[in-house]
Every structure is written in C-alpha cells, then in structure tokens.
C-alpha cells in the first residue's frame, strides 16, 4: 500500500485502506475518506466511480502484496514447515503493528450480499491463494521436503482454512496464543497420512 | 431464534436476524427491520434502546442457540471424531439452508471498532464455546473415548480455529466442500501426538 504523502490516487487509497481496516468497509463514509485524505471530493469521483470501485481496488492492492509476500515466504523457505514457522511469525509482527483480520474475510463478511462485485474479486483472490500454495507443496513434494499420499489441493485448502480460522480466533479472543496455533494445526494438516 | 409470527420483540429480532445474516449488520438500518416486522418504529426502541443493543440480543440469542446445538452433539457423540463428523454434517445442512458464516465471526468484523459492546459480547461467547469444547475433550480423555499429551483446552481452541476456517473458506471459495475439511482439520488435530 502506497504511503499517504503520495499522490491523490495513492493517498485516497492508502487512507481508504487504513480506515477500512479500523471501522470497517460498510462503516466508512466516502466523505471520511476525501477529508482524512486531503483529497477533493470531485477528485475521489474521478480516481473511483464509486465506494465499490474503490473497495476493489483496495482489495486487489492488499491480495497482491499478500501474495508477494506468501510468495517471498515460500522462496526462503522450500521445507513447508519452516514455511508454516515463518509465515506464523509474520502474522503476530502484523498483529502487533495493528492488523485487523485477513481484509479479504472481513470485506466479504462486511458487505454481505450488498456489493457482489466486491464478493467475486474476494472469491478469485482466495482461489489464487490456494492455487499458490498447492503449487508450493507440489515443488516441495516434487524436492523431497515432504511428501504426502492424499491430494495437495486439498492440503492447501485446510492451510488457508487454518490461516483463516487463527485470524478469526485472534479476533474473536483478543489473544496472540490464537496467532500461535498457525503452526501446529498447519503442521498437523501438513503430518496427516 | 423465534418466529416472524410472534410478539412483537421475538417477531422484530427474528426480522433483524434474518436482514443482518443477508445484508451485515452495518448495512441493515432500523427503519427496514421495523418495515419488514411489520411493527412500529416506537415500538422498536421499547424494546431495543438503540441497534447495538438489538445486535447484542441477535448474538446472544444466536450464541446460546449455537452453545445448545454443541452440547447435544457432544452428548450424543462422546467419541471426538464422531462428534466432528456430525458437526461437518450440521454445517453443511445449515449451508443448504442460507446460513452465511458465523455470526459471531461476521459481526466483529462488520462492526469493526464501532461497536465495543457487541465485540466485547462475541468475545466472551469464543471463550465459552471454547470452554465447552475443553470439558467435552476431557471427557472423552477420562471415558477413554480418545488421548493426548497436549492441553485439551490448546486443542479446543484450534478445533475452533478450525471450524471458523471453514466457514470463511465456504463463504470465500463458494463451495461446501471447504465445510467437509473440518472433519478431516480436526482429525489431524485430534490425531497429533
């Protein structure tokens, strides 16, 4: 996410970003928006037709840089449970610095069946999510790091599951140990024969 | 949650459930809830003193109902992976029938920091449910129905995890096949020595 002293564009962004992510999408008004961006109100309409426009932009911004990192993440660490470690770490670093939940549940979870466009590009972000990391475990599986007899799409599919469920449990339960439990549930799914 | 046929609280908090499971919380105002429980708007606020105070009683009502439905699976299934099983089984009738996530899950993060009271009432509903799932395995620990060397309420807490995560796959990918991983999710976490 761009820093807010960039451009108009960038900086409607970076602070549509960070309000969405304190009071949430559905509770942030594009008013808020153009006056904590330092932005005009016709400006916003011409970078984003509409509030939607500018969620998926938001969305599309923040489901790339996640999945550079994953990648980066997976580069470095071809064992998948060194993998799990870092990827772990990660989280409570981002836990500590504020994060909120994983944007994507969230926005789905905000807009509920109010902006299908939203709702679809969350849906393709999380199949390109899983997609990444089956294609991980094959490499792995492919280099002896680990292997397994049952389908690795399905392995990468409980590993979201587990990322998705320990966000939702830290927030749920206002405590790191939930971050924490990334590892050994990931591990656990990883270890299944 | 009672029917839209009965008095006028039960009949407004059954119209809230249902708009706020479709719509979110956040974009379901008062006015539409009073129009679509046919009741009228001073009634509302004898009843509720403001939405937050409806939110509470719709996560309340939710909890307890979900809390009951728990308990009698785990009495009728003392063995942990049967009880799993008929969870997955629960989940994906519920999903047949328009459930649209965990409403715990989903309030938090629609109402985002807006809303203190009803986080704060979600929060402590996540930790009696992972209570209740903490004596449920230690019962089964001293009936024999299953062991482990690790703390049962650790495992509690990522059968939770995992539950939640399902949930946001369903509601991410579109599919029920996100719901049947938290039979074999739980599995690998009951399974892991």
């Known amino acids: 996410m761009s820093s807010e002293g960039a451009n108009p564009r960038d900086r409607i962004l ?3 970003a960070r309000l969405f992510n304190t009071h949430g999408y559905p509770n942030t008004g594009v008013n808020l928006i153009v006056a ?3 932005a005009a109100r016709a400006s916003f309409y011409d970078y984003f037709p509409s509030k939607e426009a500018l969620g998926v932009a938001y969305l599309r911004s923040y489901g790339e840089e996640n999945l550079t990192l994953l990648k980066t993440l997976m580069q470095r660490h071809p064992e998948p449970q060194e ?4 990827w772990t770490m990660i ?9 909120t939940g994983c944007p994507m549940a969230n926005l ?3 807009v509920g069946d109010t902006a299908p466009t939203l709702t679809s590009d969350a849906q393709s972000m999380a199949t390109r999510t ?3 990391l089956t294609e991980y475990l094959d ?8 292997k397994t007899k049952r389908p690795t799409s399905s392995i990468a599919r409980q590993l979201f ?6 966000m939702q449990l830290w927030r749920l339960t206002g405590k790191a140990a939930a971050l924490d439990d990334l590892l050994e549930m990931g591990t656990s799914i990883l270890d299944r024969n």
């Open 130 to 132: 899983i997609v990444t």
């Open 108 to 110: 789905v979870a905000q």
């Open 36 to 38: 904590e961006a330092s």
């Open 139 to 146: 490499r792995a599986q492919e280099n002896g790091q680990w």
């Open 83 to 86: 993998f799990l470690r870092a």
């Open 91 to 99: 989280l409570k670093r981002q836990a500590r610095q504020g994060m």
């Open 161 to 166: 599951a587990a990322y998705e469920g320990v």
């Open 14 to 16: 970076a602070t549509a």
